[in-house]
């Protein structure tokens, strides 16, 4: 009983062996990913066009949850940039931001999402999250950080402008630059600066003064809070709210209320979609991390389990009023690095999220909208790899395409249709790929029992037996190019009176491709040649023997192609196995 409750509680398992050590671990990361949380969260919660005090409330029971459920040790949940732009992009064409009802259906959002992970854990559906490819994530990825990055331009320069794609924005930024706000500017601007020197040159400082690589990259990760503080003092000091800094003002204090979101039907419908694919985009992204970081401990991730914790997580996030949520690349590393031991780090990080928002909140009133704007450029800027299409196109030029689809979807039409466009062209392509496979003409290799394509190696060829490798599962996309294929091999080979169907990269033979083999058999058996199977896999073996092919298709199937060879030509394969032979006895007697 102990061992079932487990596994929908991974936290009972880890909790048993629990120690000091464990606990004084877990209370220093939790203190430093607190405090990259704070700047984030706020600025996250301003991406997504909320109140940036929700960003806070989105970081404390979501945490909770995944501390209950999660089987990552080290994975930090909360807010993330991209989940936060996708939010945007739900929301802004329905509500106007900051508003109530935004808010509400953010908390909608939220839940939908949380649902939407949890039926598919119920329904151990995390493979469908593998039909979005690497290339269209990575894509994705980069055309969203250039568009948060534009689109947080209008916070640096103090100016007010519209859009949803990347073409308006840029459109929007350079018609707005006759009135851009200098203050505004020289602290977005000296924001962007700070962060950046800490980012990409405090570490290496810092480990030339003796500290260990570890402690000196942590420590430049949470370079934020101190561009945080120094910007709220610039402000009150020199009073640069009076002057037009558009400052985050009244913060409310205190904990989040629990209230369910409002159960829209109408809305509810409107945001499925949006909510479907924050689902799966925050899935994959939550798992590839958690996946990478627990392969450096030898720990192991469950996908459906962590579509339990991260659906709890977005439930946790709409009844305390924050917003989509999921792991989050960055924290998760300094959580790693700065030697979390279990997913309680992430509970201690809530509670410090907690006395933040309980006692704190009113040190955020004089906080520019210019440095969170800035804190979110330098983070997304990082998440942006243009030299992946390059990389890509050098191996695979179909997943390229696929990848510059995504981002030009997403940059030039919006985030949702982006990633649709690039999900399509993906599976399109697998189709178009996979419709063709490659078939070889096969022949042995002398003096061995292995078999290989006649254009690439030296082989013997039996002029009774053509041997033919397919090199992909048989479905209804390629059935008929199979057929038109083995018609055109046996228009080569007049001499040949068998066929034999090497089978090793054979995974699937559906229902279309058997009709196929059926066709196959009776057109060479009208031209007099018998069609057999060799290395044929037990699963696809044992579904043909649910069927009557193997009955009355008249051939055999041989465990190898040798044996294949040996019965049905055994002169050419004796032959070539003593071509090799006499081959090696000459070598050795010039020797002598």
Not at 145 to 156: E, F, S, T
Not at 269 to 294: C, D, K, N, R, Y
């Amino acid at each position: 009983m102990q061992q079932r409750l487990a596994r929908y509680l991974p936290c009972l398992g880890w909790a048993k062996d629990y120690n000091r050590a464990a606990a004084a671990k877990d209370s220093l990361a939790a203190l430093i990913v607190t405090l990259m949380l704070i700047p984030q969260s706020l600025a996250y919660a301003m991406l997504a066009g909320l109140p940036p005090v929700t960003g806070l409330y989105a970081s404390i029971l979501p945490l909770i949850a995944y501390t209950l459920f999660g089987t990552s040790r080290t994975l930090a949940v909360g807010p993330v940039a991209v989940v936060s732009l996708m939010t945007a992009a739900a929301l802004g064409p329905l509500f106007a931001a900051g508003s109530a009802e935004y808010a509400g259906a953010a908390m909608l959002l939220a839940l939908l999402s949380g649902a939407i992970m949890l039926v598919m854990a119920a329904l151990r559906l995390g493979f469908i999250a593998n039909f979005l490819s690497h290339p269209v994530i990575s894509g994705f990825i980069s055309a969203s950080g250039i568009l948060i990055a534009l689109g947080q331009l209008k916070h640096i320069l103090g100016i007010s402008i519209v859009g949803e794609n990347a073409l308006e924005l840029a459109q929007g930024l350079v018609a707005g630059l006759p009135q851009t706000h200098l203050p505004t500017l020289g602290v977005g601007v000296t924001s962007l600066i700070f962060l950046y020197l800490i980012r990409s040159q405090l570490g290496d400082r810092l480990q030339r003064l003796g500290m260990s690589p570890r402690t000196a990259g942590t420590l430049s990760k949470i370079g934020p809070v101190a561009a945080l503080l120094l910007a709220i003092a610039a402000v009150s000091t020199f009073q640069l709210a009076d002057a037009g800094v558009r400052v985050v003002g009244e913060v409310p204090s205190g904990l989040p209320s629990m209230n369910l979101p409002s159960l829209n039907l109408a809305l509810a419908m409107q945001l499925l979609p949006a909510a479907v694919l924050i689902s799966l985009v925050g899935f994959v992204e939550s798992v590839s991390v958690a996946q990478t970081l627990a392969a450096k401990r030898r720990e192991r991730i469950e996908p459906n389990q962590e579509l339990v914790a991260l659906g709890g997580a977005n439930v946790a996030a709409a009844l305390s009023g924050g917003f989509p949520v999921t792991g989050g690349f960055a924290r998760s590393v300094v959580n790693f690095d700065a030697g979390a031991q279990t997913p309680l780090a992430g509970a201690l990080t809530a509670a410090g999220i907690a006395l933040t928002v309980a006692f704190f909140t009113p040190l955020f009133h004089n906080l520019p909208h210019a440095v969170l704007a800035a804190t979110i450029i330098v983070a997304v800027l990082s998440l942006v790899d243009l030299a992946a299409l390059q990389r890509t196109w050098r191996y695979s030029p179909q997943d390229a395409s696929a990848m510059a689809a995504t981002m030009l979807g997403v940059l030039l039409i919006g985030v949702e249709s982006g990633i649709i466009l690039g999900v399509g062209l993906s599976l399109l392509l697998f189709l178009w790929r996979t419709s063709q496979p490659h078939i070889a003409v096969v022949g042995q290799l002398p003096g061995s029992e292995h078999f290989r394509n006649i254009e690439r190696f030296a082989v013997v060829q039996s002029d009774k037996v053509l041997s033919v490798r397919v090199d992909e599962s048989l479905y209804f996309p390629n059935a008929r190019f199979l057929e038109d294929r083995i018609a055109e091999l046996i228009g080569r080979h007049p001499q040949a009176e068998h066929l034999v169907l090497m089978c090793p990269g054979v995974n699937l033979i559906d229902a279309s491709a058997l009709e196929s083999l059926e066709a196959i058999a009776a057109r060479l058996r009208t031209a007099g040649i018998q069609l057999h199977f060799s290395e044929v896999k037990g699963p696809v073996m044992d579904r043909l023997r649910r069927t009557d092919f193997l009955e009355h298709f008249g051939g055999q199937v041989f465990i190898s192609q040798y044996e294949a060879l040996l019965n049905l030509d055994p002169h050419t394969t004796r032959h070539a196995v003593e071509r090799q032979r006499d081959h090696f006895s000459s070598i050795k007697e010039n020797a002598e």
